[in-house]
Structures are given as structure tokens and as C-alpha cells.
């Protein structure tokens, strides 16, 4: 199967600064892309849904100026976590539909973002 | 709106013995329903897929799934249970067919003993 990576799988940060999450479809095009946030043993919550060369599509009630999303390129799409908090400490995954009909989707291995 | 439910938020079986993971959903035209399976500090794997056709569904690992429209389930079954399926399992709809974008299930925590 298709395979997505996300850089970096951990990090930790100072409260305040800002964190930049990568996801990359490895072996096919992406022209979309959807950014989850999972607390733990939660579901997965979608929080945005990257366009390629065009705006981010979020959902409701997530912060467009806290979690910036750019989608640079058909095989990358990047969360940025704008001046992080520890409220914002979780692990963060991204998928991209398989292009197939009736897509599954291929998820990347996850970040935990840890901010103390 | 397109919804799943998972039931049941964690169930347990010993090894050897088969397994039931409940799924319900309900929708608006056409079901097309996914499980997916996470192990720990991981990303989700794509077990199977029901799109149409046989309501019996075969996936990865020796696990399938069941469709059924009159009660509007997808259960996801296996006839023996390994220590190794133990994971996080969660059901999903397809709610934008031309984005693939998924609705998820709450999830349903498996643990399988020895």
C-alpha cells in the first residue's frame, strides 16, 4: 500500500514557541490531505482538511490562527502549532485518500507533540 | 449526517477464542464503511472495506466483516483471536466520496489474553 511518512514522530517544546508538522505521500500524489488530533485512547478528531494550492478547510471550532496548514505541493502538507501551550500537547496524525474510488485513507505514524 | 457508533469502548477475549468488534452506522444513500486498526504510538492501518456486493468482507489479518443494511451494523469479526490483534479499532463512513473524507467511530480498545 501507499505510504505517508510525518516528520518529526516527537517532539517537545517551551510553551510559547511555535512547532511545524510535516506529512509527506511517499510513493503518490496527494491533492488532499486531513489533519487528526487524538488524545489518549480518544478517537481521532479531524481538525482540518489541506488543499493542494488552496486554502485549508477546517472544522468547526478548531483555530485557523492557532494550527496553520499549508499544502505546498502534491505530496507535502504542513501543521504549524502557533505558539503552542500545553493544552496543545497531543499526537497529531495525517492521512491522505488512496485516490482510489471509494477511498481508504493511508495514515502517517503519528507526532506527540509534548509542550511543557 | 453520516455517523458511527462503536459501542462498546473496550472488549476483551482470550486467545483462540473468536472475536466481535460492533459497529452501527447510519446514513444517507449508500454506505461505504472502513475499519481501520491502530497499535500504540502509531498511525491507523486500513483493514477493509465495504463498498457493495458481499456482505461477508474479508480483510488484512485474518479479519472480516459483516454488512448488515436491515440492521444497519458492520461488526468486525475474526474466528480466533491472537495476543497480537490487541489494538485500537475504529469503524468509519465515508462521508465525502470525492475527498475521501471519513467520519470515525469513538474507537473500541481490543485486548486479547493468553
Known amino acids: 500500500g501507499a505510504v505517508v511518512s510525518q516528520h518529526p514522530s516527537r517532539v517537545i517544546c517551551k510553551s510559547g514557541t511555535s512547532v511545524k508538522i510535516e506529512c509527506r505521500s511517499l510513493?503518490?500524489?496527494?491533492?488532499?490531505m486531513f489533519w487528526y488530533r487524538q488524545f489518549p485512547k480518544k478517537s481521532l478528531m479531524l481538525m482540518a482538511t489541506?488543499?493542494?494550492?488552496?486554502?485549508?478547510?477546517?472544522e468547526q471550532g478548531v483555530e485557523k490562527d492557532k494550527f496553520l496548514i499549508n499544502h505546498a505541493s502534491l505530496t507535502l502538507s504542513t501543521l504549524t502549532v502557533t505558539s503552542a501551550h500545553p493544552e496543545d500537547s497531543s499526537f497529531y496524525i495525517c492521512?491522505?485518500?488512496?485516490?482510489?474510488?471509494?477511498?481508504?485513507?493511508?495514515f502517517g505514524p503519528g507526532t506527540r507533540l509534548t509542550v511543557l | 449526517a453520516q455517523s458511527v457508533a462503536q459501542p462498546e469502548d473496550q472488549v476483551n477475549v482470550a486467545e483462540g477464542n473468536p472475536l466481535t468488534v460492533k459497529c452501527t452506522y447510519s446514513v444517507s444513500g449508500n454506505p461505504y464503511l472502513f475499519w481501520y486498526v491502530q497499535y500504540p504510538n502509531r498511525g491507523l492501518q486500513f483493514l477493509l472495506k465495504?463498498?457493495?456486493?458481499?456482505?461477508l468482507v474479508k480483510g488484512s489479518y485474518g479479519f472480516e466483516a459483516e454488512f448488515n443494511k436491515s440492521q444497519t451494523s458492520f461488526h468486525l469479526k475474526k474466528p480466533s483471536a491472537l495476543v497480537s490483534d490487541s489494538a485500537l479499532y475504529f469503524c468509519a463512513v465515508l462521508t465525502n466520496t470525492n475527498a475521501g473524507k471519513s467520519t470515525f467511530g469513538d474507537g473500541t480498545t481490543l485486548t486479547v489474553k493468553p
Open positions: 489541506s488543499n493542494e494550492g488552496s486554502k485549508a478547510t477546517y
Open positions: 510513493d503518490f500524489q496527494a491533492t488532499t
Open positions: 465495504y463498498i457493495t456486493g458481499d456482505n
Open positions: 492521512s491522505a485518500p488512496s485516490g482510489r474510488v471509494y477511498n481508504e485513507q493511508f
